[in-house]
Structures are given as C-alpha cells and as structure tokens.
C-alpha cells in the first residue's frame, strides 16, 4: 500500500515582556515605579485545538484555573537594586493582605488575572524608606501561587503549598516560610524607618548578572518531578497549583516607570489529540510515546534571563539535569494515555480525543549518548483501522476436507498455509467452525454451515481463519496464527476449568500435528508444546459454549478438518512511526527541527487520519500548534 503523511505544522511564538513607557522626566532622581502583572497566555484557538478543560474557561474548576496558572491566588515580588544588592521593595499579596487600592494591588479578592503594584517617592507603602526608589538598574523576582490554598464547597481543595528544595537536597521546609524569614527581616526598621535588606544579594566581585544568581539562595530553589500512585518518577507535573514566576531587570528613570510584566509558567504543556475524518471506520490507537529525553526531570523555580542556566542544574543539584520521557498513563496526567495492544483507545468515524494531556519541565537538546549525534524531539504513534485490514479477503480453495498430516505438509510446500478448522465431534455431522472470539479465545460456532461461513469471508470477516507457520526443525509442527488478529494459538490455561485455551502476541507454543481416525472419521489432530499435561487441543461441548480446549487424551474431540483457503490480500492501514518535532520558519517556509522546549510553552499536537477505502490510501497529518501566533503553513 501506499502510505502518504501529510505534515501541517502550525508556528505560535510566545510574545511576553515588560514595557517600558518612554514618558519619563529627567529632572530628578526621583522614580515613581508603576506594575501590571498577569497571567501567562499559552493556549491555541485555532480550529480543532480546544482544550479538553474547556477553552472559553466556562466550565473549568477553580482547581483547573490554578493547575493550568490562570489565575493567581498570592503573589510574592522583592525588587533589588543590582550595584548594591539590597532588597529594596517587598510586596505580598493575597486576599486580606491590605495592598486594596487601585494602584497598589488585589487585597481585596480571593483570585484575580492582574495584580498591580506601585511605589511612590513621595508616598511609600507605611514607614518604608526603601522604596523611595531613584534612578538606577533593578531586579524585579515575582513568585505567584506557591503559598497554601484551600477552596471548601463543591470543590474541595486544600493545598499545602509549595516546598522549596535548596542546594543539593530536599529541606522540610515549605518556600512560603522562607519568604516569611525575608519579610520578617525586611520589615525590620531603623531609627524607626524600614530600609529593607542590606546586601541581600552578593555582588562583590561579580561582573555580570549572570554571576548574581550564584549569589541568593532563592535562585537555587529546584523543582522535581514527584512520584505517582505508585511511587515511580513518572516525569509529569502534578494536578496542583502552578507556581508563576519572573525574573526581569528594570531599569529606572527620573519620573515616572510603568511596566506591564506577564508571569511564565514553570512547565511545558504538552497535549495530543487526533481526529479520525473516515465516514466509515473506526480508528483504534495502540501506543503514544515521546523520546527519552524530552523532558528534564528536574528545573528552577526561577528562570535566567541572561543564560541558559535552566538547562544545566550542576550548580543546584550536583547531578546535572537528567532527562527522561513522560508517564503517559500515569495519574498525573491532566489526559492520560490508556491505550495497549489488547484494549487501544477508541476513536469513532467522524470524530477527535485528545489522547494526552499533561505538564512537563522544558529542556535542550544535546549529543545522544549512544552514537554522540545531536538528538532530536520526537514521538511515535501506533494506529490502525483494524476494520480496513484486508483488501482482497480469503476463498475457500475446496469444500473437501484436509485429513491428513501428509495433506497438510504437502499444501504447505505449495504455499497453501490458510485454514478453515472443523472440530470432529459427532462422526458424519457438521460440527461447525473454529474462530477467536472477541474475549481473545478460541471457540467454535456449532452447527454454523460452510455457506455461511464463505459468506463471512466474502465480507472480509476473517476471525474463521487461521495461519499455519512451520516451526523450524521440528517435523509436522507449526505455529497457528489467526488471520483476522494475528495473535496466536496458545495452550490451556492450567487448571482453569473448562481448560480453555486462549490466544497470544507472541509465537511460542507451537503444535505438532498427527493423524486422527476414530470410528472412520479421519482429521488431524493438535499436541501443544507448552509441556502442560492438558496439551491435547480438544473441541469441548456443554456447558462451556463449545470453547478449544487442553485435554490429557486423544479421544473423540481431539480431531480436527482442514479446508484450505486462499491467502487474504492485506491492506496495510497503519501507521507505526516516529514524528519528529518540526517548526516552520514563518520568514522562508522552510522547516527546522525544534532544539528546545521552554518553560511556558503549549504544544498542542493534532493528527489528523483518513482513511480512503476506495484507493486504499492512509493519510497521517500532524499540525503542531505553538503559542501564539496565527500562521498556518502546509507543506506535503
């Protein structure tokens, strides 16, 4: 078959800074120093990219506002001036914390999208002599739901906050009481006034604002992806409140600085979905994966503006940033993948699911370690129409049956290996036809003709055929495979009554087969090589439903008739590959591998499938959304 992948790649890019207004006086070195902060924005409106959680937000929980950093219940921002290293302003906000006009924060409500915060020469926040700020370079940290929340009501919610891990280990210590020591101490006052923090930041020394950040143990604070339910790293970000964050310097001038400074996430958002357009099959998704190292397992509560940092936590935690690929079934998911090869995720004709959803750490690519070639972003899909596996489908060859083992060897050398069987019960009766049921056993359908049973051929129903694969080096054995599943014939399960046998991925056992004659009913008969003493395949009658089973004696039900039929023509309707992660430059339309994933992003993976039963044709289109800009570009 001819497998085409159409790949659309939709390009967003994240627009978020602070700006500064040009209205400035230079008459003094006074500055007056006005901010607006609000939340991030990362999500994609395009067609076919709707959040799972609603993208109107009308339905979310406050729980899924809070998750996905929407909302901001406290905030925390310190500005420090940068030649001298003090921490000079200090502001904590949340509902009840006083800061209730309109230029001077959100006191008054319990969630808000936008703080503000203002500093005046001429009237600071109380006694604080610091925050008479005047020309210079500052450093601006904002810290945004890391303190504890708890929500009663229908939505019951009690978040204990966010622990700080500084240096090289875990401390027992939650991050809101580390800030509570550096409000206690920069409320201090002198001769009655507060002058903030002197040498809070050490900036002896140092030359550049990269060295600063080695110089404040904030900056040292590290996230880790926790366990699950189970207690393994699963690499996912727990279904808790984000914390937001900004790192910016601001540089201040006489009159009057006014700055609109958006909050980034501290992770990645990463979702697939996939749309199935065929009007006449039903789509099923075995397996979803990502490159083991897509995601850091570790990262910064702060970020860097002047380097990389975030990409090598050496520094922090002495073991580098280690990598890994995440759960997707773990329940940390906000989506999480449930498919397998016995039980894939469903997706109807004419309709989309989004497959994944969850939360990651950004990171960069580097050399694989394997072949010391630079690595690549990618995930693999495994799909199929398991409705649309077969173009041409089996005849029956002869209505005379196979009853020898000679018949059979001698048909496989001939390259006649398919088989309709029929169970040898009651001798001149028809008994029926062997077939995998959906329960993953092998049954037969009593009494059912073979006029029948060529019309289920006819409409490429194939669960009545079965595949014969010689076993190497043993004489008159082979593996039995069904046609419509591919799984193969396994032995009884050991005392399990009835003794039925079940079905299996994998080869192993094989059967040796030899004559049967019994009563003058000739066939062929099956012996298992699983080396259970119930190794006898055996067609079993009331009360079990007439299921194959394992016996321990050839008798009566052990023999079976073999009618060849003609080999099914496949059509291969699947898709089993590796995706790489691509962009499109919006200047040229030329394609490039993405290199990095940055905290605050949101990509969101659509496939589109088709499937063409006429030509026979499956189609595969990925468009990879990135925040926020609307361009949309196709190239085949």
Request: charged fraction near 25%.
């Amino acid at each position: 078959m001819k497998k085409f992948i159409y790949i659309s790649l939709f390009v967003l890019m994240l627009a978020s800074s602070c700006i500064k207004d040009s209205s400035v006086s230079e008459d003094g070195l006074s500055a007056d120093l006005e901010l607006c902060f609000s939340v991030p924005e990362m999500y994609v409106t395009t067609k076919g990219l709707d959040d799972p959680w609603d993208e109107d937000m009308s339905d979310w929980l406050v729980w899924h506002r809070l998750t996905d950093g929407r909302e901001i219940y406290q905030m925390t921002l310190m500005l420090i001036e940068e030649s001298t290293g003090d921490l000079v302003a200090f502001r904590d906000f949340y509902k009840g914390s006083g800061y209730n006009d309109d230029k001077n924060g959100n006191g008054n409500v319990d969630r808000a999208t936008e703080y503000k915060a203002a500093f005046y020469y001429d009237n600071p926040q109380g006694s604080r002599e610091s925050e008479k700020l005047v020309r210079g370079k500052y450093m601006l940290i904002a810290i945004a739901n890391y303190k504890d929340y708890t929500l009663s009501g229908v939505e019951s919610i009690d978040y204990k906050g966010l622990y700080g891990a500084v240096g090289n280990s875990w401390e027992e210590k939650l991050l809101k009481d580390y800030i509570t020591d550096i409000e206690t101490e920069f409320l201090n006052t002198a001769d009655g006034k507060e002058v903030g923090i002197k040498g809070f930041m050490d900036v002896s020394g140092n030359g550049n604002h990269s060295d600063l950040f080695k110089n404040l143990w904030l900056f040292n604070i590290v996230l880790a992806q926790d366990t699950d339910d189970d207690g393994l790293l699963d690499n996912v970000g727990k279904k808790q409140p984000q914390p937001l964050t900004l790192v910016k310097h601001l540089e201040l001038h006489p009159g009057l600085n006014k700055f609109d400074c958006q909050l980034e996430r501290t992770y990645v958002r990463v979702r697939v979905e996939i749309e199935n357009n065929s009007g006449t099959n039903d789509l099923s998704v075995y397996d979803l994966k990502f490159c083991d190292w897509f995601t850091q397992r570790a990262a910064y509560l702060l970020n860097d503006p002047d380097s990389d940092r975030n990409y090598d936590l050496t520094f922090a935690t002495g073991l580098g940033a280690r990598k890994g690929a995440p759960d997707l079934n773990t329940n940390d998911a906000i989506v999480k993948f449930t498919g397998t090869e016995s039980a894939p995720v469903t997706i109807a004709k004419q309709n989309s699911k989004v497959i994944y959803d969850g939360y990651v750490f950004g990171s960069r690519l580097g050399k694989d370690p394997v072949t010391g070639i630079d690595s690549t972003y990618s995930y693999t899909l495994n799909l199929e129409y398991k409705d649309a596996s077969y173009d041409n489908a089996a005849e029956v060859i002869s209505e005379t049956a196979i009853t020898t083992v000679k018949e059979v060897a001698e048909n496989y050398n001939k390259s006649v290996y398919y088989y309709l069987m029929q169970p040898i019960r009651k001798p001149g009766s028809v008994e029926g036809f062997t077939f995998e049921a959906d329960n993953g056993k092998p049954y037969t359908n009593y009494n059912l003709s073979m006029q029948i049973v060529k019309d289920y051929l006819a409409a490429k129903q194939m669960n009545y055929v079965w595949c014969l694969e010689k076993k190497d080096g043993v004489e008159n054995a082979y593996y039995i495979k069904n046609a419509a599943s591919e799984d193969y014939l396994a032995g009884p399960q050991k005392d399990n009554q009835p003794r039925q046998s079940i079905v299996s991925k994998s080869m192993a056992p094989y059967f040796t087969f030899s004559d049967y004659d019994q009563n003058g009913e000739k066939g062929v008969q099956m012996l298992c090589s699983n080396g259970n003493a119930l190794n006898q395949a055996n067609f079993y009658t009331d009360p079990y439903g007439y299921p194959i089973v394992g016996w321990t004696l050839n008798d009566g039900g052990a023999g079976f008739r073999m009618f060849p039929v003609s080999a099914p023509e496949y059509l291969d309707a699947s898709f089993n590959q590796s995706i790489p992660l691509e962009l499109i430059d919006p200047a040229t339309a030329s394609p490039y591998l993405v290199k990095n994933i940055k905290r605050n992003d949101f990509i969101n993976i659509l496939v589109t499938v088709t499937y063409n039963a006429d030509k026979a044709d499956l189609e595969v289109s990925t468009v990879l959304g990135w925040v926020t800009r609307n361009e949309e570009i196709e190239f085949h």
